[in-house]
Structure formats: structure tokens, C-alpha cells
């Protein structure tokens, strides 16, 4: 019997069998036993900055980034944690911004910035979205020299100490998120995430899955978090129960750097070869819509070798109860994947043409598209699932039924229960 995760619990099954299954997950690492006094340690001792009680005055103007409901961060205990060093260096509770990190995904609601934040800190500090497509809201920082157009959000720019919070996780994009990539991305403007996640950065062979060497996804988010003024990070990494494995704080590339290095040991597992099939996990809240669900099979498939064979498939448990998802960019993937004729049209028409930020994601799906098959288990959309040119099943059961069909029952299944927190790197 296997298990991966579905929604908030979990989806068993077994494999035919004349299936062969494997498992992988990331490596097995305690986690740490107090988080709470984890982070405290972290912020009283940061890497490659003064701590935060002594880089803040009375005065200052300061405002925390921190990420939105699709990213699992503990930030009911990181940004709590910031206020008490905050509140120790005699910063006013007025004088605080606290930026939800949306990038170009829908709005926070109340509920969610209570479940991020804790309703203490929801009620005592002034709590904001980003507005990526609002000018006004929106600070012109220039252009980088690989010629990102950098807007960032006004409360960030305009304060006098700039802080993220952040998940050091592997990423599609930037090869590894965190650090600077909360500001960057999160608190940017439309035209900075419509250029670094457009077609050109997306071919390009540095970007990859935990790569951040020669990545220019990386250099680019990078660059802006420079300009925006980002000054300190509270990151950290957690395991595939979203416990706290380890914690920095500090310089926003120093600490964001440690944290990469003890990641990669945890995350990036070897796998002997290529694998018929694969089964990837994803869970709440990542399975809440499909823009967040089907980032597993790209996962799986932009590591440095896909993980499925050609003309393979990736079987994915998502729940899907908001569809496509609900913000401007999940709603521009849909439509470009629903509207197309073909897999091809999505890819032909997005190095034609270009696309807005969201449908990026179209992009990268339709690149996996082209090699390997999707099926999406127990949706409750599964018309979406189908617009969007993959497969729905309601069981798993039938999931496998149809891959046997079209591949034969003799088949090698790669199992990763939890598929963006493993990073499986096919040997030699």
C-alpha cells in the first residue's frame, strides 16, 4: 500500500501487479525540537549582519515582506519573532508594514492573513497585499543590465529597513526560492514577473530546477531585491511535514546561501534511471488550484533529467477545489491552455508572441505536454483538468488502468510523495 498526499489527508493505493513501484523522499532529518526558540537563536545570531535590534532604530519606517497562502513558510512564528526584535530596538507599531507577498496571485483574505500571521499580529500592525498591476502602489527602480524592468512595491522601496521571511525549497525558476525571491517576485510589479518568467528566461538552459549557478531567473531576482533596498531574511527549510529542519537569518545572500547548501543535502535524492511512470504528491495548499498542482509534473520533469521517460506519464493527486485558481494569473494559465488547438499552439504562440506573467506557467506545461502525459486524480474540476490538456480520473485506480492501456502492464512507477520537496536526480 502507497500513500500521497491529498487536499489535507492522504490518498492510498496500491499498483497492479505487474508494476514495479519505488519510492523516494528527501533525506530523513530531524527536525528542530523548540521552532520558536530556533528562530529566536536565528535572529540573535544572523549571518553576515549586525542583528536586527541593533540595524533598527526608533523612527525607522519598516516594512516585513512576507509570503502568501500558496507557500507553507511559518510565518505565524518568523514574523511574530521580527516584531519582538523590532519592538526591543524601539520601532512603533505605526512605523510597521507588514506586505503580503502576493506576486500576480489573487489577493489575501482576512482568514488567510489570521492563518499566516495569527490574529495578534493581524489586529495590532497594518497588513497589506501587493498590487502588482497598480501603478501607484508600484516604485520605478530601473532596469537591470540583463534588462529586467524592476517596480517594486512602495512600502518596501520607501522604508528604511527592508526584511523577508521565505521557504528555502527547490524552485522551477530560480532553482531554489527564499531569500531575495519574496521581494523580488513577491512585492514586484506586473512588468518585472511578466519578463523574468517569460519565454526567453523559461528556455533558457540555466533555468532549472535547484540550479542557481549561471541561472539568470537568479541574477535577476537577485538584482531587484538589491535595488528595492532588501537588507535582512528570516528563512527557513522545512521536510515533507512542514516541520522546521533548520533556520538563518542575517544578509539576504549569506543566509540565503547556508540554507541552500543544507537544502540541497535534504532535497536532491539520486534515482538509478528513468521511469516509466511517475506518481507525485502534492497537498494543501499547493493542490488548491491547478496553476499550483501542476507545478509537480514540471518539477519532475525540469529536474537535471525528467524523471519519466518520453511519452511517459505523471500521475498527480490534486483536488483542485478552486479550479484553475482564482487570481490574474492563474486565470490567464487556463485560458491559454483551454484556448489553444494544441499543445504546440501554446508554445509556438509564446515564443511569437510573448505572454503576461501567469501564463508562464501555460508555457511549462505545454513543454512537459510535448514529452510526457499528465493525469490529474480526483479533481473536483475535472472539465478544467481536461481544457487544460491533461487527463482527469476520479481514482487512482483508474489512473493506472489508462496508463496500462496505453503503455502495456509491464511498467517501472516512481513514487515521490512529496513531488516539490523532492528533487530526484536520475544518475550519471
Not at 159 to 170: F, H, K, R, S, Y
Not at 344 to 359: F, I, N, S
Not at 394 to 421: K, Q
Amino acid at each position: 500500500m502507497y500513500r500521497v498526499p491529498y487536499s489535507k489527508s492522504y490518498l492510498e493505493f496500491d499498483l497492479p501487479p505487474t508494476m514495479r513501484g519505488t519510492v523516494v523522499v528527501s533525506r530523513p532529518v530531524s527536525p528542530v525540537p523548540d521552532p520558536k526558540r530556533a528562530v529566536e537563536e536565528a535572529l540573535a545570531h544572523p549571518i553576515g549582519s549586525p542583528p536586527l535590534r541593533e540595524l533598527a532604530r526608533p523612527g525607522d519606517r519598516v516594512c516585513i515582506v512576507f509570503t502568501d497562502v500558496t507557500r507553507a513558510s511559518p510565518d505565524h512564528l518568523l514574523v511574530p519573532a521580527i516584531l519582538r526584535e523590532l519592538e526591543a530596538a524601539g520601532v512603533r507599531d505605526e512605523d510597521i508594514t507588514l506586505l503580503c507577498g502576493i506576486g500576480m496571485h489573487r489577493p489575501s483574505t482576512p482568514a488567510e492573513r489570521v492563518e499566516k500571521l495569527g490574529p495578534e499580529v493581524v489586529a495590532r500592525y497594518r497588513v497589506i497585499d501587493n498590487e502588482p498591476q497598480n501603478p501607484d502602489a508600484l516604485v520605478d527602480l530601473g532596469v537591470t543590465p540583463g534588462g529586467v524592468p524592476v517596480q517594486v512595491h512602495r512600502a518596501a522601496v520607501e522604508a528604511d529597513l527592508l526584511i523577508a521571511t521565505g521557504l528555502v525549497e527547490p524552485h522551477q525558476y530560480a532553482g531554489y526560492s527564499g531569500g531575495r525571491k519574496t521581494v523580488a517576485v513577491g512585492a514586484a510589479g506586473e512588468p518585472l514577473i511578466a519578463y523574468t518568467h517569460g519565454p526567453a528566461f523559461i528556455d533558457h538552459p540555466g533555468t532549472r530546477l535547484g540550479r542557481i549557478e549561471g541561472n539568470p531567473f537568479h541574477e535577476a531576482v537577485t538584482e531587484a531585491a538589491r535595488r528595492a533596498g532588501l537588507r535582512f531574511i528570516l528563512n527557513v527549510v522545512l521536510d515533507d511535514e512542514k516541520n522546521i529542519l533548520k533556520v538563518a537569518a542575517g544578509d539576504p545572500e549569506a543566509a540565503f546561501q547556508k540554507l541552500v547548501a543544507f537544502a540541497r543535502t535534504v532535497y536532491e535524492v539520486p534515482i538509478p534511471h528513468q521511469y516509466d511512470v511517475a506518481i507525485g504528491g502534492v497537498g494543501y495548499p499547493k493542490d488548491t488550484n491547478l496553476y499550483q498542482a501542476s507545478r509537480a509534473p514540471t518539477y519532475l520533469h525540469f529536474a537535471p533529467t525528467p524523471v519519466v521517460r518520453r511519452g511517459g506519464y505523471y500521475i498527480i493527486p490534486a483536488r483542485c477545489e478552486e479550479g484553475a485558481g482564482e487570481g490574474v494569473g492563474e486565470q490567464r494559465f487556463y485560458r491559454a491552455l483551454r484556448d489553444a488547438p494544441s499543445v504546440q499552439a501554446v508554445l509556438d504562440d509564446a515564443r511569437k508572441h510573448g505572454y503576461p506573467p501567469g501564463q508562464q506557467r501555460a508555457f511549462v506545461v505545454a513543454k512537459m505536454l510535448e514529452e510526457a502525459k499528465v493525469i490529474i486524480v480526483g479533481s473536483e474540476h475535472p472539465d478544467i483538468v481536461a481544457e487544460c490538456k491533461m487527463i482527469p480520473a476520479a481514482t487512482m485506480e483508474e489512473a493506472l488502468t489508462i496508463v496500462a492501456r496505453d503503455l502495456g502492464p509491464d511498467l517501472d512507477v516512481l513514487i515521490v510523495p512529496h513531488a516539490l520537496l523532492t528533487l530526484p536526480v536520475v544518475e550519471g
